[in-house]
């Protein structure tokens, strides 16, 4: 299992794209595997033929531990016995097998990948066709898929008349529990007699709780965000500053040049390559921002990778880093942001794009937001939320006396690792940036 990121300790195995026997050229992608982060297509480092899978779809394996044997020109098949002995401690120590976890990925939820059984999934079943999870007619189903299937007395033919919510159309954990709720309801339900016949005089029927009630897991990357956002409030001290910014000169320059700009690039032009662009060169101005905090260490990031907080379909969200942002003008910036917000979406960012993030932007104006207070995208010690640029009456200073003018206004919440990060520093960042935006000037294309 190849290392995917200094965080990133282990992976679930989703799919398979090889089987025993098949000869693979080198960069061939030979299986997907699951992070608690993204999903990834993983290449084969060599050209030769599969001699054995060690491990089954559905398992976590920590990163290092043995999955596959490929015999190259080099290797004979003497290599095989010792390379099944190594494979066993690796696997023994990360307890590899099902998980109890669900997996998705936006924006459709990819089909889940666990098993309630600790044994790998039979090759043997008479309802699917083993390893490969798919039915006579080519569907794929995952382990969990099967397991619920099995457990719940549902036929191959019944399982593919559920619609499937995750991509390509495939059955989720979530599509086959809410056919069976549907199905129970469907039913017809003798819940609650026995109480509506211990009160008499009470002719109206009880609600159920499953009325009333609904219990849905947790996915595991939401299981994730739980515990990090958690983990960020028991570390960080936050403190939120607000200031609001009048974004009339930016709002005008935009209106003016999107449509060039589309033209040009083939891309739409939006706010958050322009706050990306400001924050890159205030950052260097600002070090102490550009941090983390170990024990009683500052660590000053000499590179600044501002995260953008990208909302997805699932009601998760993902945070791609744009790497050496300070390095890219904005046409530069715009590129990037587009490209992994796009892939985000697709799921389809590599482990690599959401790590070693040193400052987070969150555009909560996209939602309609005005103010947030935002939690510190651990280990980094600051983060910048952006509401929504609405247009407000605002007193205007001219030399000839105020007059009252409607302007284009956004305000800007920054949260703070109050540790390192007074309120004077984290108060004058905040206003440099609120005056690198009122003064604008970047020339029309």
Known sequence: MPQMGESIHEA??????????????????????????????????????IKKLFVSEGEVVNVGAVIAHIETDEVSDTGLESMELQSQEPLKETGAGPISGEVENSPDPVTDMESESKEAPSSTQ?????????????RFFSPLVRKIAEKENISSSELRIISGSGAGGKVTKADILAYLQQKKQDEPSTAGTEFK?????????????SDLEEIVNMSRVRQSIAAHMVQSLETAAHVTAVMEADMTNIVQWRTRNKKVFREKYGINLTYT??????????????????????????????????GIATALEDNTLIVPAIKNADEYNLVGIAKITHD???????????????????????????????????????????????????????????????????????????SYDHRIVDGYLGGTFLKAMVEKLESFDVEDL
Do not use: C
Request: charged share 25%.
């Open 12 to 49: 679930t195995v989703l799919r398979w794209m090889v089987e025993e026997g098949a000869y693979i050229n080198q960069d061939d992608i030979i299986l997907e595997v699951a992070t608690d982060k993204v999903d990834s297509e993983i290449p084969s480092p060599v050209t030769g033929r």
């Open 126 to 138: 008479t309802t699917y066709e083993g390893k490969k999870m798919v039915d006579s007619e080519g």
């Open 197 to 209: 016949d211990s009160l008499p005089g009470q002719d109206a029927e009880l609600p159920r709780a």
């Open 273 to 306: 390559p322009i706050l990306v662009n400001v924050l890159a060169g205030l950052l260097r101005e600002f070090p102490y921002l550009n941090a983390s905090v170990r024990d009683n260490q500052v660590i000053l990031k000499k590179y600044i990778n501002i």
């Open 340 to 414: 992994l917000v796009t892939r985000a979406r697709a799921s389809a960012l590599k482990p690599d794009e959401v790590r070693q993030g040193t400052f987070t932007l969150t555009n909560i104006g996209t939602f309609g937001n005005l103010i947030g207070t935002p939690i510190i995208n651990q280990p980094q010690v600051a983060i910048l939320a952006t509401g929504a640029i609405v247009k407000r009456p605002s007193v205007i200073e001219t030399a000839d006396g105020d007059f009252i003018g409607i302007r284009h206004k956004m305000y800007l919440s920054l």
